[in-house]
T-cell receptor, first 114, second 114 residues
Framework: EAQVTQNPRYLITVTGKKLTVTCSQNMNHEYMSWYRQDPGLGLRQIYYSMNVEVTDKGDVPEGYKVSRKEKRNFPLILESPSPNQTSLYFCASSQGDNPSYEQYFGPGTRLTVT | AQSVTQPDIHITVSEGASLELRCNYS??????LFWYVQSPGQGLQLLLKYFSGDTLVQGIKGFEAEFKRSQSSFNLRKPSVHWSDAAEYFCAVGAQGGSYIPTFGRGTSLIVHP
């Protein structure tokens, strides 16, 4: 089954404790991205990657890091989480960076930073 | 840069009634337009998309949307709503010919009364 998986689905952590949210897709997609979803703000893109070792900032990259060492994986790293990063996070993938391609979304990771 | 406005935060309809969710975009050229649905606890799923050609597009689950260039709109419609349509709906716009950072609207929450 074609899918995007994220782990963990739920995470509660404390300020400053480094964490990683994993994302994996099994569709051999080149393009992957991370979004955060906040009430009243919709989805905002954090980072995206057009291929292995190629990443770039989205609209709200501050406080986040990503890496793309393998085509299927695109982890999101919070080196020193803060309460304003409490949010619902989605990973997505698509065939390429052409905006005509449909994005496939993971189920989401709900992060709470206290 | 492109932008998307979904003017309705919540829409309440009765089961069996017709539905129209509004979406207005701002972009200098012909955009790529999408509607996604997010069911509770799930990721986003593509309902339909418009790139060019016929301005009335059909999607999954009985939804359709009409692109109106003169009004910069891409409203989503369904003739008869089912209780299972209760969800969050997002309109998104992508820029043709450029790097791909899609812009999502803030979402419209659909409530369906029995």
């Amino acid at each position: 089954e074609a899918q995007v998986t994220q782990n963990p689905r739920y995470l509660i952590t404390v300020t400053g404790k480094k964490l990683t949210v994993t994302c994996s897709q099994n569709m051999n997609h080149e393009y992957m991205s991370w979004y955060r979803q906040d009430p009243g703000l919709g989805l905002r893109q954090i980072y995206y990657s057009m291929n292995v070792e190629v990443t770039d900032k989205g609209d709200v990259p501050e406080g986040y890091k990503v890496s793309r060492k393998e085509k299927r994986n695109f982890p999101l790293i919070l080196e020193s989480p803060s309460p304003n990063q409490t949010s619902l996070y989605f990973c997505a993938s698509s065939q390429g960076d052409n905006p005509s391609y449909e994005q496939y979304f993971g189920p989401g990771t709900r992060l709470t930073v206290t | 840069a492109q932008s998307v406005t979904q003017p309705d935060i919540h829409i309440t309809v009765s089961e069996g009634a017709s539905l129209e969710l509004r979406c207005n975009y701002s972009y200098g050229a012909t955009p790529y337009l999408f509607w996604y649905v997010q069911s509770p606890g799930q990721g986003l799923q593509l309902l339909l998309k418009y790139f060019s050609g016929d301005t009335l597009v059909q999607g999954i689950k009985g939804f359709e949307a009409e692109f109106k260039r003169s009004q910069s709109s891409f409203n989503l419609r369904k003739p008869s709503v089912h209780w299972s349509d209760a969800a969050e709906y997002f309109c998104a716009v992508g820029a043709q010919g450029g790097s791909y950072i899609p812009t999502f609207g803030r979402g419209t929450s659909l409530i369906v009364h029995p």
